[in-house]
């Protein structure tokens, strides 16, 4: 498709494309919400789109999206959020990574999460889980759509000219660069695959049996269980190995490690 026929496309339909894009992105798609947003920045800038009608498409779609998540959040809670964070590329940290953040920031963090990939889907169930007040969600929501589409379709509007020319000179490139970009992120998520996989193989080396380790703590041995699960793990799945130290690993502080140091410890957070 030539640059003119993209153009005309995203002319016409979008009130369509746009909130499609966003909707993809809040189930964990990545498609290019952004690029797009630049781009019609850029014809709103000529005449050829308007920025209130779009930003009003694309917070009634986004809040409602967000607001099925943030219900199916209130009602499964954690064992939700597990599950999404198994589509995750760091599965293993998804969980931790969430439970900081909301932990630290709450419901405002959602004015940003359309910036950072992943908290986009995390956020609306995790408010949910945390019993965020309907009205100070969609408050949130609405702002953090704003923010994010007002912030990207104002940087189209404003070089609406150099748009233009990026957009013509990666179409002169044609399948070279899909093919670049393409490679780039196949790389990045193949990478990210094999550290995971290798992390894994490394854990299974000095694993224990838990038949092993029942007789071990039968038998009266001086060992340690440490659990190390996040607070949605044990929310998930609230039972734990008897006689077990709960202690998150964000919670491991130094005083602690060394304490831990000294003994033999089985650990475990799945």
Do not use: N
Request: aromatic share 10%; charged share 20%.
């Amino acid at each position: 498709m030539s640059p003119t026929e993209t153009v005309g496309v995203l002319e016409h339909y979008a009130i369509v494309i746009l909130p499609a894009l966003v909707v993809a992105e809040q189930f964990g798609i990545p498609l290019p919400a952004v690029p797009a947003l630049l781009g019609f920045g850029a014809l709103a800038a000529h005449g050829r789109g308007s920025i209130p009608l779009m930003l009003g498409a694309l917070v009634a779609v986004a809040l409602t999206v967000d607001f099925g998540w943030y219900t199916l959040g209130r009602r499964r809670g954690a064992p939700l959020l597990a599950r999404l964070c198994r589509f995750s590329l760091e599965p293993d940290s998804c969980l931790q990574r969430a439970d900081q953040v909301f932990a630290r920031y709450g419901a405002q963090a959602m004015l940003v999460a359309k910036f950072v990939p992943g908290l986009t889907t995390i956020l609306p169930p995790l408010a949910g889980i945390f019993r965020t007040g309907r009205v100070r969600f969609a408050a949130y929501e609405v702002a953090g759509v704003l923010l994010w589409a007002g912030t990207w379709i104002g940087l189209g509007y404003v070089f609406s000219d150099t748009v233009a020319q990026i957009a013509s000179r990666v179409a002169s490139f044609g399948l070279g660069v899909g093919l670049t970009l393409g490679s780039v992120v196949g790389g990045y998520v193949l990478v990210k695959y094999v550290r995971r996989k290798l992390f894994l193989r490394s854990l299974r080396i000095a694993r224990i049996s838990p038949e092993a380790l029942k007789r071990r703590l039968d038998a009266g041995e001086d060992v340690t269980v440490v659990d190390l699960r996040t607070r949605f793990d044990v929310t998930a799945v609230p039972y734990a190995i008897p006689g077990s130290r709960w202690i998150p690993a964000e919670d491991l502080d130094a005083h602690q490690s060394e304490m831990l140091r000294s003994r033999e410890l089985v650990l475990y957070c799945s």
